[in-house]
């Protein structure tokens, strides 16, 4: 894992994930967006609005980072849901997986308008493409 500062926000993010595409180019899984803070459907999975979606997973097999709410949403309901209703994770998966295909519009291009930059490439703290 390496640091990636984002504004003012320092992100540990896969040394292997791809660089962040440029804003509505198709995404490519960087995972900056979900690991900078979660989306609408991401702060109810992780219970908080900020700092890393609890649900987003790095995929070692495609080098990239993906939502468990669509790769893994079984596994994403049981670290959500308390210990006393977990049992619901298995019967809820399928309708997550669902839901989430619709609200985290996947395949469409790339939303978010943050920009990356390594430690090393950044200097007196100022933040470059
Ligand atoms: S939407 Fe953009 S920032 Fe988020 S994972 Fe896809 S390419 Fe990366
Ligand atoms: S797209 Fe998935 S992994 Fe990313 S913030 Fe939303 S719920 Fe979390």
Not at 32 to 59: I, T
């Amino acid at each position: 894992m390496h640091q990636t500062t984002a504004g003012e926000q320092t992100i540990l993010i896969h040394p292997d994930a791809p660089l962040k595409p440029d804003f509505g180019a198709p995404c490519n899984g960087c995972g900056l967006c979900c690991l900078a803070e979660p989306c609408p459907l991401g702060v109810v999975l992780s219970g908080s609005r900020r700092g890393a979606c609890r649900a987003v997973r790095w995929d070692d097999a495609s080098h990239l980072y993906r939502c468990g709410a669509l790769v893994a949403p079984q596994d994403v309901l049981r670290r959500a849901l308390p210990v006393a209703i977990g049992f619901l994770a298995t019967p809820l998966a399928p309708l997550l997986k669902r839901l989430a295909g619709r609200w985290i519009a996947a395949g469409a291009g790339c939303d978010s308008t943050l920009l990356a930059a390594k430690p090393e490439e950044v200097a007196d703290n100022s933040v470059s493409p």
